[in-house]
Each structure stands twice: as structure tokens, then as C-alpha cells.
């Protein structure tokens, strides 16, 4: 199979269904944006940190791949015909969030209270994890600009908006995990 199918040399891609719009739509803007943050994700998981925040950070991203399958979606095409059986994209449900609340409540446990802003940084995994949470913040916002726009389950919104949560919970506790210094914000 080849990679390269030169549909899209006139700045035009096919959504799931194959209706075409312009690269800059704002349907990929969002799930392109999902797309950055799988692989942000996937740095985190490479980087020397217990296994399981590796294993939680793979479900994350098998969920990612999920988003961006609905969002790759357009609402008249979420059922496509395949011959006599009807495909359907997975759905997130909201057990997806409660795993990343209960996730962020066990790290939550040990960790010392925040009294100030912390600076991003610490280590190349604490790091990673800042920028992580940064991609998914802007996905979060293409995502409710995309929902502006056109139908977009509101489960996919919170999620993302816990996911960064997730993400900020997970800077810390490898923070407190391995040792780094967590600096404070401390304003002029």
C-alpha cells in the first residue's frame, strides 16, 4: 500500500466518509491538533518513568486515536453502510473520565499541596509532560471552536479537559517521584 495517495496536492483531504474539505478546516485543525498530543503522549512514555504510567499512557492514547476518529467523523456520516453491516466509530464514555479522575486522585495522595504556580520543567519527562498538557489545552480549544461550528459529543470535551489535568497531575508526580525540584512561581 502506499503512503502517498496525491489527493490532497491542492490542499483539500477526505474526512472519514469521504466528504473533502481544505487542510485548514476547522474539524482537522481539531483532530490534527489530537493527532500532535498522541505523539507528545508518546514521548512521555518512552522517557524512564514506572510502568504504570506507561500502560495508563498507552490507554490514553488508544483513546486518542478514538477522538480523532469522531472528530474525523462529520455528524451525517457517524454510521457509514458496509455492505449489510453498519460501522460505527467507538465512543468515549464516561468511565474514560473517571479513570483519569481516579488516576490523578492516587497520584493526588502523596503529593505535597500546591501553594503557587510551579514552573514548567524539572527533568526531560516532567517537561514533556508540561508541553503534553500545553498541546492539549489548544486541542481542547479547536475542539470547542469546532463545537461552535457543528454538532460535537460533549464527552469528547471533557475529556480532553480532564486529560490536561491528567497531564499536570503526572508533571508532579514524577516531579515528587524522581527527586526534581519543583520551582515556584514567585511574581516580580
Given at each position: 500500500m502506499k503512503i502517498y495517495t496525491k489527493t490532497g496536492d491542492a490542499g483539500e483531504t477526505s474526512l472519514f466518509g469521504g466528504e473533502r474539505v481544505k487542510k485548514y478546516n476547522q474539524r482537522l485543525e481539531a483532530y490534527g491538533t489530537i493527532d500532535e498530543l498522541n505523539c507528545h503522549i508518546g514521548l512521555i512514555s518512552v522517557q524512564n518513568i514506572p510502568q504504570n504510567y506507561k500502560h495508563e499512557l498507552v490507554q490514553i492514547q488508544n483513546l486518542l486515536f478514538t477522538i480523532g476518529a469522531m472528530l474525523a467523523t462529520p455528524p451525517s456520516k457517524e454510521k457509514?453502510?458496509?455492505?449489510?453491516?453498519?460501522?460505527?466509530?467507538?465512543?468515549?464514555?464516561?468511565?474514560?473520565?473517571?479513570?483519569?479522575?481516579?488516576?490523578?486522585?492516587?497520584?493526588?495522595?502523596?503529593?505535597?499541596?500546591?501553594?503557587?504556580?510551579?514552573?514548567?520543567?524539572?527533568?526531560?519527562?516532567?517537561?514533556?509532560?508540561?508541553?503534553?498538557?500545553?498541546?492539549?489545552?489548544?486541542?481542547?480549544?479547536?475542539?470547542?471552536?469546532?463545537?461552535?461550528?457543528?454538532?460535537?459529543?460533549?464527552?469528547?470535551?471533557?475529556?480532553?479537559?480532564?486529560?490536561?489535568?491528567?497531564?499536570?497531575?503526572?508533571?508532579?508526580?514524577?516531579?515528587?517521584?524522581?527527586?526534581?525540584?519543583?520551582?515556584?512561581?514567585?511574581?516580580?
Amino acid at each position: 500500500m502506499k503512503i502517498y495517495t496525491k489527493t490532497g496536492d491542492a490542499g483539500e483531504t477526505s474526512l472519514f466518509g469521504g466528504e473533502r474539505v481544505k487542510k485548514y478546516n476547522q474539524r482537522l485543525e481539531a483532530y490534527g491538533t489530537i493527532d500532535e498530543l498522541n505523539c507528545h503522549i508518546g514521548l512521555i512514555s518512552v522517557q524512564n518513568i514506572p510502568q504504570n504510567y506507561k500502560h495508563e499512557l498507552v490507554q490514553i492514547q488508544n483513546l486518542l486515536f478514538t477522538i480523532g476518529a469522531m472528530l474525523a467523523t462529520p455528524p451525517s456520516k457517524e454510521k457509514l453502510k458496509s455492505g449489510e453491516d453498519r460501522l460505527q466509530i467507538e465512543k468515549l464514555s464516561d468511565k474514560d473520565v473517571l479513570q483519569l479522575e481516579y488516576s490523578m486522585d492516587h497520584m493526588n495522595e502523596v503529593l505535597p499541596e500546591m501553594t503557587h504556580f510551579i514552573l514548567p520543567g524539572g527533568n526531560s519527562a516532567v517537561s514533556f509532560c508540561h508541553i503534553a498538557r500545553t498541546v492539549c489545552r489548544r486541542a481542547e480549544r479547536m475542539i470547542v471552536k469546532l463545537a461552535d461550528e457543528e454538532p460535537v459529543l460533549p464527552i469528547i470535551i471533557t475529556y480532553i479537559n480532564r486529560l490536561s489535568d491528567y497531564l499536570f497531575v503526572l508533571a508532579r508526580k514524577l516531579t515528587f517521584d524522581q527527586h526534581a525540584e519543583e520551582i515556584k512561581w514567585i511574581s516580580r
